[in-house]
């Protein structure tokens, strides 16, 4: 995108809950984040529907990479793990409060609308946007640091880890595609995997949580390299034959 525009999306996506609760009698919670995440899409639409170039960058699936995103979402998800082991070491607890609401707007959200539309405007708006203006680093670094604050304090480890990685990828590949199925993955194992764990053998523990910390950092920088290659292939494989991607 423009760099106009992905400002524009981010203000949108932050914002624009203040005008449309009230304006259409929402009751808050989760419904009012799903009106905001679709009103944020509709609006990427519009600003992708003018830009062909970019729509097809953005939007462009490679097969062999849609495999490798799933075992790097794997690693991100264990990474992830960092948070449980914040809360351990402090005694805190990890607040979801504002998911109020019908529990189908809840899972709506986090499973489905909130990855879709986050990787929209952080990776395929701010990204790509400031990467027209600053230094790729600097754009996935910004880019990754604003995700981070519509996150809790001990989710900020994680959060900045997952959003390098996935602004570094967009960066890399063209495509905001990956991340969302990374961002899918992450969202929907963070209902299943608590539960799963709690029939491991020792129970949820910290010491589980670390140890898969540990071997999802080493999952997720593995997957990454290997990603990254066979992307570099599949772009050699075109280059040779003159094909485009679609």
Known sequence: MKF?????????????????????????GAVSAVAVCLATLLLAAV?????????RALLRVRQPLLGWSLVLALGLRMV???SVVLSWLFQTTRDI???????????LYVVILAPITEETVIRGGLVTGLSRRLPWQAAVVISALIFAVGHSWFQAPQTIFVALVLGYLCWYTGSMVYGMVVHLFINSSAFVLPVALQHFPGGYTLGL???????????TLWS????LRCADAIDRFEARFGLTGS
């Open 209 to 219: 949580s670390m140890g898969m910390v540990v071997a999802g950092l080493a999952l």
């Open 80 to 82: 992830s793990e960092v």
């Open 97 to 107: 409060s504002f998911l109020t609401g019908p529990l189908g707007f809840q899972l």
């Open 224 to 227: 990454m390299r290997r990603m």
């Open 4 to 28: 106009w525009q992905g400002m524009a999306l981010y203000l949108f996506f932050m914002f624009s809950g203040v005008v449309l609760t009230p304006l259409l009698h929402l009751p808050g």
């Open 47 to 55: 600003f992708l529907a003018g830009n062909v170039p970019a729509r």
